[in-house]
T-cell receptor
Framework: QKEVEQNSGPLSVPEGAIASLNCTYS??????FFWYRQYSGKSPELIMS????GDKEDGRFTAQLNKASQYVSLLIRDSQPSDSATYLC????????????FGTGTSLTVIP | KAGVTQTPRYLIKTRGQQVTLSCSPI?????VSWYQQTPGQGLQFLFE???????NKGNFPGRFSGRQFSNSRSEMNVSTLELGDSALYLC????????????FGSGTRLTVV
């Protein structure tokens, strides 16, 4: 199993719909989880962080964490064409000396 | 507040040459990491530095090396370049990565011909 896994997609949703992005990780002891957005030709930018089980909301974005299932997700409500990007999940893996591992990303396209 | 600055933005090198990439982190950030990004492999961790010490190293050959200076600026070097080294090299800095995550620079696009 890879340290951090994401569905590569691509994922297409109509404008106004909810986009759901998923990520699983290998180390049960991991404590920090992040979502990055990367537009084509640009570098990744941090959009959400989550540390505790449950939901964390920030505007149209909700991060969900389930440590027992080793699963973290990102929901984007009222998706906009400007949300079209690749979304990267990052985990601070405690079993690798706290290395920061990224998933390969999920490409999201929001169709007007 | 200035972001993470990487130079140069673009590089074209020939196989067998060596290259040095530079990164200036956000002021006050002592943690600097380097990543290689390719379409097929995603973001691959190269190394992490904290206060001039290499804290972690990814699974790359010894041709890839790096260092960090006392002002937290960092450089990475790739010797004996191969075609497969063509990639976007990203530098990222953080105050405390486990709390705040990383802020990335714009990257250096290296093409090996």
């Amino acid at each position: 199993q890879k340290e951090v896994e994401q569905n590569s997609g691509p994922l297409s949703v109509p404008e106004g719909a909810i986009a759901s992005l998923n990520c699983t990780y290998s180390d049960r002891g991991s404590q920090s989880f992040f979502w990055y957005r990367q537009y084509s030709g640009k570098s990744p930018e941090l959009i959400m962080s989550i540390y505790s089980n449950g939901d964390k909301e920030d505007g149209r974005f909700t991060a969900q964490l389930n440590k027992a299932s080793q699963y973290v997700s990102l929901l984007i409500r009222d998706s906009q064409p400007s949300d079209s990007a690749t979304y990267l999940c990052a985990v601070n893996l405690s079993n690798t000396g706290n290395q920061f591992y990224f998933g390969t990303g999920t490409s999201l396209t929001v169709i007007p | 507040k200035a972001g993470v600055t990487q130079t140069p933005r673009y590089l074209i090198k020939t196989r067998g040459q060596q290259v040095t990439l530079s990164c200036s982190p956000i002021s006050g950030h002592r943690s600097v990491s380097w990543y290689q990004q390719t379409p097929g492999q995603g973001l691959q961790f190269l190394f992490e530095y904290f206060s001039e010490t290499q804290r972690n190293k990814g699974n790359f050959p010894g041709r890839f090396s790096g260092r960090q200076f006392s002002n937290s600026r960092s450089e990475m070097n790739v010797s004996t370049l191969e075609l497969g080294d063509s990639a976007l090299y990203l530098c990222a800095s953080s105050l405390r990565r486990e709390l705040y995550g990383y802020t990335f620079g714009s990257g250096t696009r290296l093409t090996v011909v």
